[in-house]
């Protein structure tokens, strides 16, 4: 049974700094790209960033580039979306997504992605 597990989100003041993880279980880790999407408030769930199985290459949405970076350890099955200079429209739920590394669905889209985690919210204050 795969799970994905998000952490690490909360309240935090415009500007400031916070790090998401998403830890994986019932699965190949190697074997998996991972996505970061989010899902602001009456609004659909947008892409934040990719990483594939090594953290060779990464990919993010405009909107977050330079802000935010995502990484993974593999050794300990878990990715990671750094995000610094945060901005109240950054509020969102987040969520880690997974997809077999060598999958030709669409990365920046969520129906190209097999598996899902809950969710972590994190709301950014003025």
């Known amino acids: 049974q795969v799970q994905l597990v998000e952490s690490g989100g909360g309240l935090v003041q415009a500007g400031g700094s916070l790090r998401l993880s998403c830890a994986a279980s019932?699965?190949?880790?190697?074997?998996?790209?991972m996505g970061w999407f989010r899902q602001p408030p009456g609004k659909e769930r947008e892409f934040v960033g990719f990483?594939?199985?090594?953290?060779?290459?990464?990919q993010y949405a405009d909107s977050v580039k330079d802000r935010f970076t995502i990484s993974r350890d593999n050794a300990k099955n878990t990715v990671y979306l750094q995000m610094n200079s945060l901005k109240r429209e950054d509020t969102a739920v987040y969520y880690c997504?997974?997809?077999?590394?060598?999958?030709?669905?669409?990365?920046?889209?969520?129906?190209?992605?097999?598996?899902w985690g809950q969710g972590t919210q994190v709301t950014v204050s003025p």
């Open positions: 990483i594939n199985w090594n953290g060779g290459r990464t």
């Open positions: 997504a997974a997809k077999l590394q060598w999958s030709t669905t669409a990365t920046t889209r969520p129906g190209g992605y097999e598996y």
């Open positions: 019932g699965l190949t880790f190697s074997n998996y790209a």
